[in-house]
T-cell receptor, first 115, second 117 residues
């Protein structure tokens, strides 16, 4: 059973460009979380999605950031008009969330560098 | 209210020693407390987790101690090994099992552990 997959692993963008980060959850998992980790800091929750639904986006900046988890295909975190402060590691986690399965499984992350 | 405070920021332990990392929280609604281990360039991986209905949970060399009244929990790594050198994060969540529950993890700021040979 493959783990959570994220691509690209590294992404370099210039200020003002768009960044698209992809996350394929583990097989059988229908819950996806996105977290952001700034250098030397802990992970901060951004958004929680189920298939075709955003459940909690309380941690996501109101502007420039959006997320989706379509019925088919990976979850996408989109950052428009990137700025230097967006440089961070972005982690996706997935969970089955059936009774007794509480663990969130993390992917390897996408390291975004904004020049 | 949503914060989880973690200490120390960094820790150096000799091989064979005990590593202790502490976390404190404010929100009494938290009912799930996992510890994650992260190696450089990798995503966090679940190490061990505890619910507030028990005061201690042990898995191999790793033990979580939980003090509900003090709203504190700690990770103890017995017989620490150089391979344990990593960053450790405590976290907290509200599982609730309600339809609109978020289950999001609130992470501490991390502890960088170095185990010297």
């Amino acid at each position: 059973n493959a783990g959570v997959m994220q691509n690209p692993r590294h992404l370099v963008r210039r200020r003002g460009q768009e960044a698209r980060l992809r996350c394929s959850p583990m097989k059988g998992h229908s819950h996806v979380y996105w977290y952001r980790q700034l250098p030397e800091e802990g992970l901060k929750f951004m958004v929680y999605l189920q298939k075709e639904n955003i459940i909690d986006e309380s941690g996501m900046p109101k502007e420039r950031f959006s997320a989706e988890f379509p019925k088919e295909g990976p979850s996408i975190l989109r950052i428009q008009q990137v700025v230097r402060g967006d440089s961070a590691a972005y982690f996706c986690a997935s969970s089955p969330f059936s009774v007794g399965d509480d663990e969130q499984f993390f992917g390897p992350g996408t390291r975004l560098t904004v020049l | 209210q949503q914060q989880v405070k973690q200490s120390p920021q960094s820790l150096i332990v000799q091989k064979g020693g005990i590593s202790i990392i502490n976390c404190a929280y404010e929100n009494t609604a938290f009912d799930y407390f996992p510890w994650y281990q992260q190696f450089p360039g990798k995503g966090p991986a679940l190490l061990i987790a505890i619910r507030p209905d028990v005061s201690e949970k042990k898995e191999g060399r790793f033990t979580i101690s939980f003090n509900k009244s003090a709203k504190q929990f700690s990770l103890h790594i017995m017989d620490s090994q150089p391979g344990d050198s990593a960053t450790y994060f405590c976290a907290a969540s509200i599982l609730g099992r309600w339809m609109d529950s978020s289950y999001k993890l609130i992470f501490g700021s991390g502890t960088r552990l170095l185990v010297r040979p």
